[in-house]
């Protein structure tokens, strides 16, 4: 479940300007990391009602490539907390609570990463681990996204995420593309 994450953004490039707004952090095995930017990336319709679509949020050390509104690689260096989930919508993260379980219904999260020191280029990471339970829970005004989550890892950590802004909607490139291979 995480292959399908990595692939997803797979380059890196470096922020030429360091000034992008903490919207949120995630907090992991005692260290607190910054994220700056939100995306919400649809797969399409699942086989159920629901949509299966990927919620990345990174540092801002990270920049997504797209053309045309579809992901195509990801370039820089830098932080990623990444949740595989299902919605009603592929271009909405609808408010609600979502929880782990193996069901492609909506409100449900299928798996999830976190990467720390991520360089896609080189495709190495300094410490990742998978996000294998937990919740999310999704508030929603407007364009404006409130989301709390409480996860645990598959090496037994306790990993905190919170992340107040907006999410850019955009399409994978295939539906092979992930952030974790």
């Known amino acids: 479940m995480m292959a399908v994450l990595l692939t997803l953004v797979m380059g890196c ?8 707004p903490v ?4 907090n992991y095995d005692g260290s607190s990391y910054s994220l700056s930017q939100g995306f919400i990336i649809g797969y399409g319709q699942s ?5 299966g679509i990927d919620l990345v949020l990174m540092s801002s ?12 690689t990801v370039t820089g260096n830098g932080e990623v907390f990444g949740l595989s989930l299902f919605s009603t919508t592929q ?19 299928t798996d999830g990463f976190l990467f720390i020191q991520y360089d896609p280029k080189n495709d190495e990471v300094v410490k ?33 995420a919170s992340f ?12 092979s593309l992930s952030l974790i291979q």
């Open 13 to 20: 490039k470096k922020d030429s300007d360091n000034t992008a």
């Open 47 to 51: 086989d159920t009602t629901s949509f």
């Open 164 to 175: 107040k802004g907006t999410l850019s909607y955009l399409v994978a490139e295939t539906k």
């Open 91 to 109: 271009t909405v993260l609808e408010p609600g609570n979502y929880t782990f379980g193996l069901s492609q219904e909506a409100g449900t999260c």
């Open 128 to 160: 990742q681990d998978a996000i294998t339970g937990g919740t999310l829970v999704v508030i929603k005004v407007d364009d404006q996204y409130d989301l709390t989550m409480n996860m645990t890892t598959y090496l037994g950590k306790t990993t905190t």
């Open 23 to 26: 919207l949120g952090n995630f």
């Open 61 to 72: 050390g990270l920049t997504i490539i797209e053309s045309g509104g579809t992901a195509t």
